[in-house]
């Protein structure tokens, strides 16, 4: 646990006391910080949600580790409507309290120590490389599998990362990409776990989807049998409603994939009391089950990226990436917290792309997730 390093966030707080600072004697660009650091949801959770919370709110026993059956087939019937991955086993699918507890704790979960790698992507969410360290187990940041070199089943990394979409970039890795490096991963005995919770969040054309998945309602999943073949063994999809129903409070999250896999986990976590709480299981069903609302979310939040991003190219940034999700990613071609303080000085914070890694250096990743009034707040003082 010493090895583990200081909370990103924490090296902000000079930046956001600057944006804090921020005081405009005109009216549209409104009063104090605009906080587009941290993708958290502001928008109300959905009726439907609240209503099953509500009802399922006496709730004197101990709730099942697993999950209900009808809970797990709900998810499993959520995979095959918006996924694009049918005929999911319901026993390879566990709720989770939120995914960034699953993504800390795998590694652990799965048995890794001393010895072992966890590689991911070299610009990541912090928690893939904390979830390495917790376990004792060596972080390896590489974009390609050729990173790893000729790796052998003994030489290969016992756990890989992906992260379509990707926070912070937005990246989306399409069905053929995820394909060869299931083959790859099978090929030597790694575990693939797929971070995939901003796929309902795509922002790309029919155009850039392509034609092998243009008819696909979201972004592709690890799940998808013309990745898979037809077997999940060795694959795991990580999702969370957190963003796409406005449900971070909740923690609702949940994995899916290879229930031998899963299995392993449920042995775990039950020892461990790791269970998500009985009326959080009953909102969860209600939002996986509830096509409707994700739909209005998504809308919102492509009005406001529609809003911000031309404010930020016009305040001389390119944006990269950022096909899906809930972030642009942005750069002005200067170090990452010289773009930073430049935007505090706006009333704007934003996060470096440093928390994500070293090839994040020149980045910053700005979030959809504030109120209309403060994006357009925002957007008013990019173009002052």
């Not at 800390?104 to 360290?133: E, H, S």
């Not at 590489?142 to 070199?149: L, M, P, Q, S, V």
């Not at 809003?307 to 899906?324: C, K, Y």
């Amino acid at each position: 646990m010493t090895s583990l390093p200081d909370f990103p966030w924490d090296s902000l707080a000079p930046a956001k006391e600057r944006a804090r600072a921020f005081s405009s004697a005109d009216e549209a660009k409104g009063e104090g910080i605009v906080d587009l650091s941290v993708g958290t949801p502001v928008d109300a959770t959905p009726e439907v949600v609240q209503d099953a919370l509500r009802e399922a709110s006496d709730a004197p026993g101990y709730p099942q580790t697993w999950g209900t059956p009808d809970l797990r087939e709900g998810i499993a019937e959520w995979f095959a409507r918006r996924r694009g991955a049918p005929g999911l086993d319901p026993d390879g699918i566990m709720p989770t309290i939120g995914s960034k507890e699953l993504v800390a704790w795998l590694p652990t979960l799965l048995g890794l120590r001393a010895g072992d790698v966890v590689a991911f992507p070299r610009v990541a969410y912090p928690t893939y490389d904390v979830g390495a360290r917790i376990a004792g187990a060596t972080p390896f940041a590489a974009d390609a599998t050729t990173a790893f070199g000729p790796t052998t089943p003994s030489s290969a990394p016992k756990l890989l990362w992906l992260n379509t979409p990707s926070n912070p970039t937005g990246k989306v890795l399409g069905v053929e990409h995820l394909a060869k490096v299931v083959a790859w991963a099978r090929a030597r005995g790694v575990v693939v776990a797929s971070d995939e919770c901003y796929a309902e969040l795509d922002w790309r054309s029919e155009e850039e989807r392509g034609q092998t998945y243009a008819d696909l309602p979201t972004t592709p999943s690890i799940l998808d049998p013309r990745v898979t073949g037809g077997s999940t063994e060795g694959l795991l999809a990580v999702y969370s409603t957190s963003k796409q129903s406005n449900l971070a409070g909740y923690r609702a999250a949940f994995v899916a994939g290879d229930p031998t896999l899963v299995r392993q986990l449920l042995e775990v976590r039950k020892h461990a009391g790791m269970i998500v709480p009985w009326p959080v299981q009953r909102a969860l069903l209600a939002a996986v089950r509830d096509d409707e609302h994700v739909a209005a979310q998504r809308e919102r939040y492509r009005a406001r990226r529609e809003v911000l991003r031309p404010a930020l190219e016009g305040f001389g940034m390119r944006i990269d990436d950022s096909a899906a999700g809930l972030y642009l990613w942005a750069t002005a071609g200067e170090p990452c917290r010289v773009t930073v303080d430049r935007l505090a000085d706006l009333g704007i914070l934003v996060a470096p792309g440093d928390f994500y890694g070293a090839a994040g250096a020149q980045h910053v990743r700005v979030a959809l997730s504030a109120s209309d009034e403060r994006i357009a707040a925002a957007a008013a003082r990019l173009c002052s």
